[in-house]
């Protein structure tokens, strides 16, 4: 089980860190990857984490924005998001693969998500 926490109302400009738990498995051998989703639009890739933390990927739109990161002695994925706009305004979802990917269909665990919401 995937749990996300962190997510919340921040002005335009702010940061905020997510954090994804899992429970009932470990976090050293999957790829961990972030989703998101805005109203009226698909889900979207947002970064990725290879099990060991050495590959990292992001979607153009936040990279030098956003930062991936993975603690796999505590099973915790992290999303550092600075310089937040108002266009990140959406759910987020953190997920497990089995291989390094930004397709959602290759991942097959979900969390349940968290609303960040981004204000003018």
């Known amino acids: 089980q995937l749990v996300e926490s962190g997510g919340g109302l921040v002005q335009a400009g702010g940061s905020l860190r997510l954090s994804c738990v899992a429970s009932?498995?470990?976090?050293?051998?999957?790829?961990m990857g972030w989703f998101r989703q805005a109203p009226e639009k698909e889900r979207e890739f947002v970064a990725v984490i290879s099990g060991t933390g050495r590959t990292t990927r992001y979607t153009d739109a936040v990279k030098g924005r956003f930062t991936i990161s993975r603690d796999n002695a505590k099973n915790t994925v992290n999303l550092q998001m600075n310089s937040l706009k108002i266009e990140d305004t959406a759910v987020y979802y953190c997920?497990?693969?089995?291989?390094?990917?930004?397709?959602?269909?290759?991942?097959?665990?979900w969390g349940q998500g968290t609303q960040v919401t981004v204000s003018s």
């Open positions: 997920a497990a693969a089995p291989v390094v990917s930004s397709r959602a269909s290759a991942f097959d665990s």
């Open positions: 009932g498995r470990t976090l050293s051998t999957p790829t």
